[in-house]
């Protein structure tokens, strides 16, 4: 994943955890045991009453809206990832 990962860098990225967080924000570096996000959308899945891919979808048309300049997120929890311009609206 780690190798995966550093392949983005620089771009905006959705990071899925095995945990009910959701993580959106520009990938700026990937270490052994962590990934960090600049101006990172960190969003628990029951704070909003939308489903986790229409919040995903909804930030890809509206941009993400930012409520940390850094977030780092354990590598072990991450369970997929995708660049936001990948998110395919339905």
Do not use: C
């Not at 945990?19 to 029951?46: F, M, P, T």
């Not at 995708?82 to 395919?88: A, K, Q, T």
Request: glycine share 4%; no cysteine.
């Amino acid at each position: 994943m780690k190798t995966l990962l550093e392949a983005h860098v620089g771009q905006l990225a959705v990071l899925d955890t095995d945990s009910n967080w959701i993580y959106i924000g520009r990938l700026e570096a990937v270490s052994d045991d962590a990934v960090r996000l600049a101006d990172a959308d960190v969003h628990h899945r029951h704070d909003s009453p939308t489903t986790a891919e229409r919040y995903i979808m909804d930030t890809r048309t509206t941009g993400v809206h930012a409520n940390r300049k850094t977030v780092y997120v354990n590598l072990q929890s991450i369970v997929s990832f995708s660049p936001l311009d990948e998110v395919i609206k339905f």
